[in-house]
């Protein structure tokens, strides 16, 4: 039988490719392989720095050598160094020779040591040309370093016993963002005139707890937070905030400042400022001249005995307002003294020597702290303007229930805590808003609690009686009945009306 050529040509042509798979044994690889090579990334394996003993280091250039007991800086490090760790040891020295090396030093972390100036070579850290981070607090450094590298942009100091900062220490760094200098003992003859002369970036700087009794000059104008609380200050030099436009926040409590020591411009152009602590000094009067954007004034633990009418004008955008333990009475508050503070939601005047409810309280407080005062009655307008406060502390003071208006309370509607403990009430006050959900009335004189005196306040939650001459006895039994999720507690047991449907 006879086959056509074409068949015989395809049958041939199967055989030799069989053929040459088998004898000449031509690899097949996948594509992948091709594609990914894999000897070449070991001969671009990073080496690891060379490490001193005990230490741990890694191939980034981190060297960690804290919590060592290490009495010496420790030797033998590579030059590759980039975060280097000795804090919490017991290192005393650090010369030239043990750091000039570390040209691409990035962070030194050499708190908690028993280093002194002594031990510190003034040129030491300015061979480190990289050196960004550094951080000596909780040692016992007398004096800051003559000099430091122009790179850096953070230093902490803090907790030595520093009596002088020299003009190049933080001088001459424009990279500079944070200096911490709190817990040391720089007084004003310690500072240079221009300690942070071309150092044009610095923006948090805390030199709280030492002997400063003036506030320092020439602060550079970037500075966004200063810290100068717990310090000796009596005064503010006139203009000495002036340029600081972009200063957020000032911490300025637990001095001797009093008004004589400030003018009615010292606050002035401080257009940035948000936060102002002037807590704890010697101010008898709320100071003027306060910045327009303030949000959060601290007054409290002062000698302030009066605010007058103009004092707070300027401050249209106050939010807190911390008056707190001081000398005001009803009458040395000026009625216009809050009128204007359109955002004033929170108000402290606890601890004063208030006799009745200031007039002319700020209209949008929504919480209003008057306890510890001698406050003995609540007219009936007292509280008419306040339509929207949701706290009302009260306590503490000289209420008597003959002195409670019974429609004292007509207008909050928007009350959910009602703080009265600590007074002379003999009954329940009528009238309570209906949007209560909180009220104590603890250490009262309460003998008994009349029928009606809490209808319709659905929403009461907790109802504290504690510390009055109440019994059970004394209680109308349907006092609360349809109040299903009160918890009543200062009875001779707890209720909790909620859950027991009594």
């Avoid at 007398?142 to 900062?165: C, E, G, K, M, Y």
């Avoid at 909180?438 to 009461?460: C, F, H, R, W």
Wanted: net charge negative; proline share 5%; glycine share 4%.
């Amino acid at each position: 039988m006879d086959f056509p050529k074409h068949s015989i040509l395809q049958a041939l042509s199967v055989m030799v490719l069989a053929w040459m798979l088998v004898h000449c044994q031509i690899p097949v690889q996948p594509e992948e392989e091709e594609e990914e090579p894999a000897k070449e990334a070991d001969n671009t394996a990073v080496e690891p720095i060379a490490c001193p003993s005990e230490c741990s280091c890694s191939t980034e250039g981190s060297v960690d050598c804290a919590g060592l007991d290490l009495t010496e800086f420790p030797e033998e490090l590579s030059e590759n160094t980039k975060q280097l760790s000795l804090q919490n040891n017991k290192i005393k020295q650090i010369t030239v020779e043990h750091i000039s090396h570390l040209h691409q030093l990035e962070t030194l972390n050499l708190q908690n040591n028993w280093l002194t100036t002594d031990g510190l070579e003034d040129e030491g850290f300015e061979t480190l040309e990289k050196l960004a981070y550094l951080y000596l607090a909780n040692n016992k450094l007398t004096s800051a370093p003559v000099i430091l590298p122009s790179s850096l942009v953070s230093a902490d100091f803090a907790a030595n016993q520093l009596i002088r900062i020299y003009p190049y220490t933080f001088g001459q760094k424009p990279k500079l963002r944070s200096v911490y200098l709190h817990n040391n003992k720089l007084t004003d003859a310690g500072l240079p005139d221009h300690m942070f002369n071309a150092s044009d970036n610095l923006e948090i700087l805390t030199m709280s707890s030492n002997f400063l009794r003036v506030v320092p000059g020439n602060l550079p104008s970037s500075l966004h937070r200063l810290h100068l609380k717990s310090n000796k200050l009596e005064k503010i030099p006139p203009g000495v905030f002036d340029s600081l436009h972009n200063l957020r926040e000032l911490y300025l409590q637990n001095n001797l400042l009093s008004n004589e020591g400030m003018d009615n411009e010292t606050f002035s152009q401080l257009s940035s400022l948000e936060y102002l602590d002037l807590s704890n000094n010697n101010l008898s009067v709320v100071p003027k001249g306060l910045p327009r954007n303030l949000v959060l004034l601290h007054l409290e633990k002062n000698d302030i005995q009066r605010i007058p009418g103009d004092a707070l004008t300027s401050v249209r955008n106050l939010e807190y307002l911390l008056l707190h333990n001081n000398k005001l009475r009803s009458r040395s508050i000026h009625p216009t003294a809050f009128q204007g503070l359109k955002k004033l939601h929170t108000l402290h005047l606890y601890n004063n020597l208030l006799e009745r409810v200031p007039r002319g309280l700020p209209r949008r407080a929504k919480t209003l702290m008057l306890l510890h005062n001698f406050i003995s009655e609540i007219g009936r307008n007292d509280l008419a303007l306040l339509y929207t406060l949701t706290e009302l502390n009260l306590s503490y003071n000289k209420l008597t229930s003959a002195k409670v208006h019974r429609d004292a309370f007509r207008k909050l509607r928007m009350l959910e805590t009602l703080d009265l403990s600590g007074n002379a009430l003999q009954t329940v006050p009528v009238g309570l808003p209906r949007s209560l959900q909180v009220l104590e009335i603890k250490n009262n004189q309460l003998s008994s609690i009349p029928d009606g005196a809490l209808t319709g306040m659905e929403k009461l939650q907790r109802l504290m009686l504690s510390d009055n001459q109440l019994k059970l006895n004394s209680v109308y039994p349907g006092a609360w009945m349809e109040l299903r999720a009160l918890t009543v507690s200062g009875l001779e047991r707890r209720w909790s009306l909620g859950r027991t449907g009594k």
